[in-house]
C-alpha cells in the first residue's frame, strides 16, 4: 500500500509536467517530453545502481551487520556520483545530439535546446532519491519513501503554481525542486 501511495504520487508530478507543458503549447510539451527521455535514461541506469543497493542493503541489515551496510552505501554512492555525472556532461555536451535524434521538427528542436540545463542538473539532483530509495526499499521501509513523498509533492505543488508565470521554465525550477525535496526528505528519514 505505501510503495502505491508513493509511485501514484511520483506518477501525478510526472502527469502535472506534461498537463502544464500542454498548456505552453505544442512544442513545449514534445520539448519538454523528448528532455524526460533524458531523466528516463539516466534514472534506469541509477536505478540499476539502486537495485543492488536494494539487495545488499537488505542482506546487511538482516544480517545486523552495520559494517557492510556502511561500505555497500560508500561503493554504491561512489558509483551512482560518477554515473549522474557522466550523464549530466552527456546532457551538457550531448544535449543537442540527443534532442536532434529524437525529432526533426524544427520548433521542437529550438524549445528543447533552451531547456537542456535544467536536464544536464537533473542526474546531479535526483541520483540520491534513487539511491535511497534502494536504501529504503533493501530496508522495507515503505512507510517512510511514503512519507517522503507526500512532504515532497505538497511542497512542491505549490510552489510550481506560484512559478507558473514563469512558463516552463518554472516548470522545470518546480521540478528540479521537487527532485532536491525527495533527496531531502529521505535523507532526514535516512
Given at each position: 500500500?505505501?510503495?502505491?501511495?508513493?509511485?501514484?504520487?511520483?506518477?501525478?508530478?510526472?502527469?502535472?509536467?506534461?498537463?502544464?507543458?500542454?498548456?505552453?503549447?505544442?512544442?513545449?510539451?514534445?520539448?519538454?517530453?523528448?528532455?524526460?527521455?533524458?531523466?528516463?535514461?539516466?534514472?534506469?541506469?541509477?536505478?540499476?545502481?539502486?537495485?543492488?543497493?536494494?539487495?545488499?542493503?537488505?542482506?546487511?541489515?538482516?544480517?545486523?551487520?552495520?559494517?557492510?551496510?556502511?561500505?555497500?552505501?560508500?561503493?554504491?554512492?561512489?558509483?551512482?556520483?560518477?554515473?549522474?555525472?557522466?550523464?549530466?556532461?552527456?546532457?551538457?555536451?550531448?544535449?543537442?545530439?540527443?534532442?536532434?535524434?529524437?525529432?526533426?521538427?524544427?520548433?521542437?528542436?529550438?524549445?528543447?535546446?533552451?531547456?537542456?540545463?535544467?536536464?544536464?542538473?537533473?542526474?546531479?539532483?535526483?541520483?540520491?532519491?534513487?539511491?535511497?530509495?534502494?536504501?529504503?526499499?533493501?530496508?522495507?521501509?515503505?512507510?517512510?519513501?511514503?512519507?517522503?513523498?507526500?512532504?515532497?509533492?505538497?511542497?512542491?505543488?505549490?510552489?510550481?503554481?506560484?512559478?507558473?508565470?514563469?512558463?516552463n521554465h518554472g516548470l522545470w525550477?518546480?521540478?528540479?525542486?521537487?527532485?532536491?525535496?525527495?533527496?531531502?526528505?529521505?535523507?532526514?528519514?535516512?
Open positions: 500500500r505505501d510503495i502505491f501511495i508513493r509511485s501514484l504520487l511520483l506518477q501525478s508530478v510526472f502527469f502535472a509536467i506534461t498537463l502544464q507543458g500542454a498548456r505552453l503549447g505544442d512544442a513545449t510539451v514534445a520539448a519538454n517530453a523528448l528532455l524526460l527521455n533524458g531523466l528516463l535514461l539516466a534514472a534506469h541506469a541509477l536505478d540499476g545502481l539502486a537495485h543492488a543497493v536494494e539487495a545488499l542493503c537488505g542482506h546487511a541489515i538482516g544480517a545486523r551487520d552495520r559494517e557492510a551496510l556502511r561500505r555497500s552505501m560508500v561503493v554504491a554512492c561512489g558509483w551512482s556520483l560518477l554515473a549522474s555525472v557522466a550523464f549530466a556532461l552527456l546532457f551538457l555536451f550531448g544535449g543537442h545530439l540527443f534532442v536532434q535524434m529524437q525529432t526533426d521538427i524544427a520548433s521542437v528542436r529550438e524549445t528543447a535546446f533552451q531547456y537542456l540545463p535544467y536536464l544536464a542538473v537533473l542526474p546531479l539532483i535526483a541520483v540520491w532519491s534513487y539511491l535511497l530509495d534502494g536504501l529504503f526499499i533493501g530496508a522495507t521501509r515503505a512507510r517512510e519513501m511514503r512519507n517522503a513523498m507526500v512532504i515532497s509533492v505538497v511542497i512542491a505543488f505549490p510552489v510550481a503554481w506560484a512559478l507558473h508565470g514563469f512558463g525550477i518546480s521540478f528540479l525542486l521537487f527532485m532536491v525535496l525527495r533527496s531531502a526528505t529521505l535523507g532526514v528519514y535516512a
